[in-house]
């Protein structure tokens, strides 16, 4: 019996986390949101320090596609938002890997994209109260398409997930995320002031 979807998803979020505290040399922390409502599969901060924070979904194919009119195989990942759950936000991220049942691993490249991108550019089409989004990435090594700047390797993936973090809190006050990243009903954010 073949593995389903959710098997699939839950080694994918296992796996991820794994590179993400190895690569950040453990200076990224992990955790699970106990519910998805809002889409966020996994959150990050850096260890000690709770303002720095980041939300992924991380959505995966098993096989490439190979298109008839291509030569190289295409990494093709579609999904569906329901309208009024869509975020893009610069704190909100998707991270979209092949993950190779027969070697058990995620296969490089691999992507890690701000969600304001790949909601622009994953083929969006809005029906019935739904975005589809169907990301589409060549992935030879000499491809010129627009995901080329968001390729990760399996050992880059902490130590980018950590950048990306500090640039974000290196930005001015006024340049800073807002709270635009909509958090469950009787959550909140607590953030240490200055």
């Known amino acids: 019996m073949p593995l389903n979807n959710v098997q699939i998803g839950v080694i994918a979020q296992n796996e991820w986390a794994k590179l993400v505290v190895i690569g950040s040399n453990g200076k990224v922390e992990v955790s699970w949101p106990m519910t998805d409502d809002e889409r966020r599969d996994a959150e990050v901060h850096i260890r000690g320090n709770f303002a720095g924070w980041m939300a992924f979904q991380i959505k995966t194919a098993t096989h490439l596609q190979r298109p008839h009119s291509r030569v190289t195989?295409?990494?093709?990942?579609?999904?569906?938002?329901p309208?009024?759950?869509?975020?893009?936000?610069?704190?909100?991220?998707?991270?979209?890997?092949?993950?190779s049942l027969t070697t058990a691993g995620f296969v490089d490249p691999?992507?890690?994209v701000a969600s304001t991108k790949v909601h622009q550019h994953a083929a969006p089409r809005l029906r019935n109260g739904v975005w589809h989004f169907t990301f589409e990435a060549n992935t030879a090594e000499r491809s010129r398409d627009i995901w080329?700047?968001?390729r990760v390797c399996g050992a880059e993936v902490g130590r980018r997930v950590l950048q990306i973090i500090e640039d974000l809190e290196k930005l001015p006050r006024a340049q800073r995320p807002t709270g635009e990243f909509h958090l469950p009903a009787g959550i909140a954010l607590v953030r240490r002031k200055g």
Do not use: A, G, K
């Not at 195989?73 to 938002?81: A, N, R, Y």
């Not at 869509?86 to 979209?96: K, N």
């Open 73 to 81: 195989p295409m990494l093709e990942i579609p999904f569906t938002v």
């Open 110 to 112: 691999q992507y890690l």
């Open 148 to 150: 080329v700047p968001d």
């Open 83 to 99: 309208e009024d759950r869509l975020i893009s936000d610069p704190r909100f991220w998707y991270y979209l890997p092949l993950l």
